[in-house]
Structures are given as C-alpha cells and as structure tokens.
C-alpha cells in the first residue's frame, strides 16, 4: 500500500465546495484511489475510487492528474452532514494489509 | 443482507480479564479484518485475514489474538485486557484482498478497560 499524506484537518462552511488533496508519491503502476468517509461513531464508509483522470457519483468527484502522484476529492455544495473524518487508500489487489492512516477531519459550519 | 455484525456493542472490562469480540458477515467475503480507533485518532489495523485458516498480523496485534475457523465469522480475543485496549473495534470485510476491493465495515464495538 502506497504511503499517502493527507492534511489532518479542514473547515468550510455550508453551501461551499470542499477539496481534499492526498499526495501519494510513490503510487504503483496497478494501484487504485479509494476515499471513504467516516461519520462519528460508525465504521468508514466507501465513497468514490479511481484510477486516473475524473471519476464523479452522486456523492463526489474525483479528480487524478496525469502523473498521478496526488489526487483531490471534490465534495460539492457541502452540507453540516458531510461533517465527518475521510481517508485517503492507495493500493492494488495484491495489498493485503488495507491500512488507513489518520485522515482528514472535516468541519462544515453552518 | 444484514452486513457486517458485530457483538457486543459495549464492553467493560477489567484489567486482566478477557473476552471475545465477536464479527460476522453474510456476504461470502474472503477478506475480513479488525482495527480498532482511539479517541480522535484513525484507524489502526490490528489482524487480517485472506481466507479461512489463513490470518496474520498487522500494525498493532500485541495481546490480540484471531482465528478464522469458517469464511462468516473473525473473532478477536483480548487475552490480558489492559488499560491501553481502551477503544472502539471496527470489524470490516470485502470480497477479495486488496486495496481495490470496497471495505464494508461493522458498526463496531467500544471497549472500556479499567
């Protein structure tokens, strides 16, 4: 699993577009970027994963440029529920250990 | 489905004693795993497993212990339960190993050692 830097926390306010950068400079040919999100007392949930270029759902986008060493999680038109700690994993299908990091805690004020 | 189960919600123990915390799941996953997060901290990967009768150790597995008799269930003994186990276990399990696949976690289960 890649080793990834993510700052530790943010603050934004309701209505805002958030962007949460990883970097992630030794990232392997086969390796994937996953983000999940992690309300207050729940277990991480999945939230958007990509490989390069822009991947978007209903809930984020995802943009990866082109050489791939960093990439940025999109949350738009934040809300106080997007309150929550979100993690950045780098990592093919040959990692077995998934580990997950400290990640970024995001704060969303009224 | 029900997902990723885990029991007991809570537990207080203390110092010395052990207890089994208890995860299953219902999705024929062959990956599953344990961490555990203390107060305003991530997650830290405690034991993992690839299959039944296959586990191994992660980031922090000193006085834990795993065994993964069948592909449903992955309990997590606390031999010697100490003050520093203090902290809320997560359960997790995806369909394969690998970064790639999409970790679905349990609703976990907050320890208290006294």
């Known amino acids: 699993l890649a080793k990834t830097t993510q700052p530790i926390s943010m603050d934004s306010y309701e209505g805002q577009e958030v962007n949460i950068t990883c970097s992630h400079n030794?990232?392997?040919?086969?390796?994937?970027i996953t983000w999940y999100q992690q309300f207050p007392s729940q277990g991480p949930r999945f939230i958007i994963q990509g490989y390069k270029t822009k991947v978007t759902n209903e809930v984020a986008s995802l943009f990866i440029p082109a050489d791939r060493k960093s990439s940025t999680l999109s949350l738009p038109r934040v809300s106080l529920s997007d309150t929550a700690v979100y993690y950045c994993?780098?990592?093919?299908?040959?990692?077995?250990?998934?580990?997950f990091g400290s990640g970024t805690r995001l704060s969303i004020r009224p | 489905n029900a997902g990723v189960t885990q029991t007991p919600k809570f537990q207080v123990l203390k110092t010395g004693q052990s207890m089994t915390l208890q995860c299953a799941q219902d999705?024929?996953?062959?990956?599953m795993s344990w961490y555990r997060q203390d107060p305003g901290m991530g997650l830290r990967l405690i034991h993992y497993s690839v299959g039944a009768g296959i586990t191994d150790q992660g980031e922090v597995p000193n006085g834990y212990n795993v065994s993964r008799s069948t592909t449903e269930d992955f309990p997590l003994r606390l031999l010697s339960a100490a003050p520093s186990q203090t902290s809320v276990y997560f359960c997790?399990?995806?369909?394969?190993?690998?970064?790639?696949?999409?970790?679905?976690f349990g609703p976990g289960t907050r320890l208290t050692v006294l």
């Open positions: 997790a399990s995806s369909r394969e190993y690998g970064a790639r696949d999409t970790q679905y």
């Open positions: 999705m024929n996953h062959e990956y």
């Open positions: 030794n990232i392997a040919t086969n390796d994937y």
């Open positions: 994993l780098v990592g093919g299908s040959s990692a077995s250990k998934i580990i």
